[in-house]
């Protein structure tokens, strides 16, 4: 292997090790949240608004850092922003309020932007023909959800509840250490082109409404996938009146399944096609959502002699299968958003990359408020699966049109090119 090879796993390696440690804290909520939903007394409104604070920093701040990453050292970047998560870390034990939570987690929710660096830092590394597949690994690092869901448990039963902002504070310096020792720096050739663009050349994409499509298929496969990691945990205790053990143990499945196919997804969009994978994964969530939508149902149907009553429930078994195929679904989903994004604008990673994944994370966000709401008001734990039907619903035939559309004028460029007469 030679020394530019090597060199480009090694900073793949260690950014994917430092978005997974970033996307740990950025979901530490979605554990810590169940306990504090019975210390606060929450509504399922509120528990949403709680989930949602992280979030929602990480998605608006994913646009300007976008920006940043094109001009300057992603490395640099990403080591900065590390560090900028430990005092908010170390501050979390002295929290007692629902306020100050809600706050904290708008600092915490800093570590959200790594993604968007990350993926900047690694595309200067590859070739386009393994985009995909560099892409789809460093993704895998949503993985990190899965270090929370199995460490705080862990935290919590040996040291105290109050420790887990300390032991995560400390993981994060030694990951943001690790990281500036050893991951390589960009190629100077490859800094020196990004140096060389203004800011007008990097914004000049955001007038084409591909990207911002781009972003709303990126609201489904990813804010879809980082609300279930939040609103899971406590969806199996509420519903199925799992303990939070096991309802750890059920998402971890989840999150790590849907998470370790990324690189698969990224594969399949380098060799099938990305739109051929977005596609295939929107069809097969929209089947696993359709049966996720229904309540617990009793029928009774007045027969001839005597009325038959019929009843219809999705188990905890059936209901976990069907998050599972949809997690691997989403992942596949995913790596091909990004396969398409570098495909249509390969020197705009940074601005491109920020939009989307800014839209996608703020899916992340609004969903869990969403759903809150929604189960308040309709009064059934399934309620926040008819709502990403809906969402589902809109992208497919948002891409529908956008595909008609394209055809119909690459059949008008033909013509045109051929002045109207056809050929043979």
């Keep these: 292997m030679d020394i530019q090879l090597r060199r480009s796993y090694q900073a793949l390696t260690l950014a994917t090790l430092a978005f997974a440690a970033c996307f740990s804290v950025w979901t530490l909520y979605s554990i810590i949240g169940i306990e504090l ?39 640099n970047l990403f080591f900065w922003q590390m560090l900028l998560a430990v005092p908010p870390l170390f501050y979390l034990p002295q929290i007692e309020t629902y306020s100050g939570y809600i706050w904290i987690g708008f600092v915490l929710g800093l570590t959200g932007v790594s993604f968007t660096i990350g993926i900047r830092y690694v595309t200067d590394w590859f070739e386009t023909k393994r985009q995909g597949f560099a892409l789809g690994v460093f993704g895998a690092g949503n993985a990190g959800a899965a270090i929370t869901l199995v460490l705080v448990p862990f935290i919590v039963d040996i040291f105290g509840w109050q420790q887990i902002g300390y032991a995560y504070g400390v993981g994060m310096i030694f990951m943001a250490v690790l990281f500036r020792l050893m991951a390589p720096e960009v190629n100077e050739y490859y800094q020196k082109q990004r140096d060389s663009h203004d800011m007008a050349f990097h914004m000049a994409p955001l007038k084409d409404l591909q990207v911002w499509r781009f972003g709303l298929y990126y609201y489904f496969v990813f804010g879809s996938f980082l609300a279930l990691i939040l609103w899971l945990p406590h969806y199996y205790v509420s519903a199925y009146e799992l303990s939070l053990t096991q309802a750890m143990a059920l998402t971890l499945l989840f999150v790590t399944s849907s998470s370790m196919v990324r690189a698969v997804g990224g594969w399949f969009a380098d060799t099938y096609g990305a739109r051929a994978v977005n596609w295939t994964a929107f069809w097969i969530c929209m089947v696993c959502l359709f049966f996720l939508s229904y309540p617990p149902t009793t029928m009774i149907i007045h027969g001839v002699s005597k009325d038959v009553e019929v009843s219809f429930e999705v188990n905890v078994w059936l209901f976990t299968l069907l998050i599972f195929i949809i997690g691997i679904a989403q992942g596949f989903g995913r790596a091909s958003v990004y396969k398409t994004i570098y495909d249509y604008y390969p020197h705009h990673m940074g601005s491109v990359g920020g939009i989307v994944a800014a839209i996608g994370a703020l899916g992340g966000c609004t969903l869990p408020i969403m759903f809150g709401f929604a189960v308040d008001l309709i009064g059934v734990y399934s309620a926040c699966f008819m709502l990403l039907y809906g969402v589902l619903a809109t992208c497919m035939v948002v891409m529908y049109l956008a595909l008609r559309a394209e055809r119909h004028q690459k059949l008008v460029r033909e013509a045109i090119a051929n002045n109207f007469l056809e050929q043979d």
């Design 37 to 75: 939903k019975e210390r606060l007394d929450l509504s399922a409104t509120e528990f949403g608004f709680l989930l949602a604070a992280p979030i929602f920093t990480g998605a608006i701040f994913r646009v300007p850092v976008g920006f940043l990453a094109e001009k300057y050292s992603c490395r």
